[in-house]
């Protein structure tokens, strides 16, 4: 069982930067492949980005890439997704997600969900 818990959320301004953590719980963290999607108001959730067990590869919606990256630390059992450029339109709640396959990642079925941290860019 992974527990996972989001921070870093809140509001700025359009142009600023934010970083999002997602912190699990467990000894396993490393074994997992990692993901970030959001949803916004009246809107599907998305998928926004991933990254492999050990950091070597990673994935990017077309609307955030350039503008956000995704890393790892798992001595921490952390995942980090660095916003920058940020828009209006990246308005969401941000939802980290695990699982031990990173296509169930990519595909957004992963196994583990945490609760979400909203972000808010004002224009």
């Known amino acids: 069982q992974v527990q996972l818990v989001e921070s870093g959320g809140g509001g700025v301004q359009a142009g600023g930067s934010l970083r999002l953590s997602c912190t699990a719980s467990?000894?396993?963290?490393?074994?997992?492949?990692m993901g970030w999607f959001r949803q916004a108001p009246g809107k599907e959730r998305e998928f926004v980005a991933a990254i492999s067990w050990n950091g070597g590869t990673t994935y990017y919606s077309d609307s955030v890439k350039g503008r956000f990256t995704i890393s790892r630390d798992n001595a921490l059992n952390t995942v980090y997704l660095q916003m920058n450029s940020l828009k209006a339109d990246d308005t969401a709640v941000y939802y980290c997600?695990?699982?031990?396959?990173?296509?169930?990642?990519?595909?957004?079925?992963?196994?583990?969900w945490g609760q979400g941290t909203l972000v808010t860019v004002s224009s």
């Open positions: 997600a695990a699982s031990s396959n990173l296509r169930a990642v990519l595909a957004g079925a992963s196994d583990y």
């Open positions: 467990g000894r396993t963290f490393s074994r997992y492949a």
